[in-house]
């Protein structure tokens, strides 16, 4: 072989090497994400009837250290939580995040809904009304979500929802059926997080498993916080595009009536 055919060779040769462990580099180091789905209870303890405790679920958060919060049964300016709090907003200054509010309802002078707080920079927010059949008497529900970028610069939707509470399904069923297409039509990778006031195997979650992968698959229970015996508070993301590191509920019996989901999720994209 000649000098030119060799040398040649051998920069075809570093530069696919350079170019596959750049590849490998890349994917080893994508950064994981940390994300917790939490039921606040508009931050009133079960055990004070009356009492609003944002600090109590500061703590929970703090000691969690997620990435993306999807956060339910939040307060904004109601007289129930204190006219001038927005906990939301709140919240996430004490984590050094940045806040979305949806509302569902008007509540006591204010608004009651779902919240994402996030720690990567925020590019798009958007809110979506859930469908109440009429007659059933369930409350208006709605979708949040926010459209973030990680590090790296990929982007991930974060999506929170809070479903239908009544003993009936219906409303569960319609709900999710608009979440999932809702969810399924965007062009970045999705994690979906919240109270879906439904078991694994009725058919709420199975419209959930059919379009996403949850974070656990036999879940240890959410609710009641003392004695838990349902798991109602889930995390999915759309298949294919994370790995799970870790799932746990937080065993936090005093700030909510639910207990705190936490995952870790790896990119895979």
Same mark, same amino acid.
């Given at each position: #072989? ?40 508009? *931050? ?15 703590? @929970?958060?703090?000691? *969690? ?8 049964? @939040? ?21 050094g995040m940045k806040a979305f509010f949806a509302k569902g309802i ?9 919240? &994402? ?40 939707? #974060? ?16 709900? #999710?059926?608009? &979440? ?23 058919? @709420? ?19 009641? @916080? ?44």
């Amino acid at each position: #072989m000649s000098n030119h055919r060799y040398s040649a060779a051998l920069i075809a040769l570093f530069s696919f090497a350079a170019c596959t462990a750049g590849k490998q580099s890349r994917t080893a180091t994508a950064t994981p994400v940390s994300v917790l789905s939490y039921n606040i209870h508009h *931050a009133n303890p079960p055990s004070a009837a009356d009492k609003i405790d944002i600090d109590a679920i500061a703590r @929970v958060i703090a000691d *969690a250290k997620p990435d993306l919060v999807a956060l339910q049964e @939040v307060d904004v300016h109601t007289t129930r939580s204190g006219s001038g709090l927005h906990q939301a907003e709140e919240l996430a200054e004490r984590a050094g995040m940045k806040a979305f509010f949806a509302k569902g309802i008007d509540y006591a002078g204010g608004e009651y809904g779902i919240a &994402v707080l996030s720690k990567y920079p925020v590019i798009e927010t958007r809110r979506y009304a859930l469908t109440t059949l009429a007659g059933t008497g369930g409350e208006p529900r709605a979708l949040a979500t926010v459209l973030v970028e990680l590090p790296g610069g990929k982007r991930v939707l #974060m999506a929170c929802t809070h479903l239908d509470a009544q003993r009936n399904d219906s409303n569960r069923i319609v709900q #999710m059926r608009e &979440v999932t297409e809702i969810l399924s039509k965007q062009p970045y990778p999705v994690i979906v997080a919240g109270d879906m006031n439904a078991s694994a195997g009725g058919p @709420v979650i199975q419209q959930l498993d059919a379009h996403f992968s949850r974070t656990c698959s036999d879940c240890a229970p959410t609710i009641p @916080v003392e004695k838990p015996r349902r798991c109602i508070d889930f995390i999915a993301y759309s298949k294919g595009k994370f790995s799970v590191i870790s799932h746990e509920v937080i065993r936090e019996t005093y700030a909510s009536d639910h207990l705190p989901v936490k995952s870790i999720l790896q990119p895979a994209f």
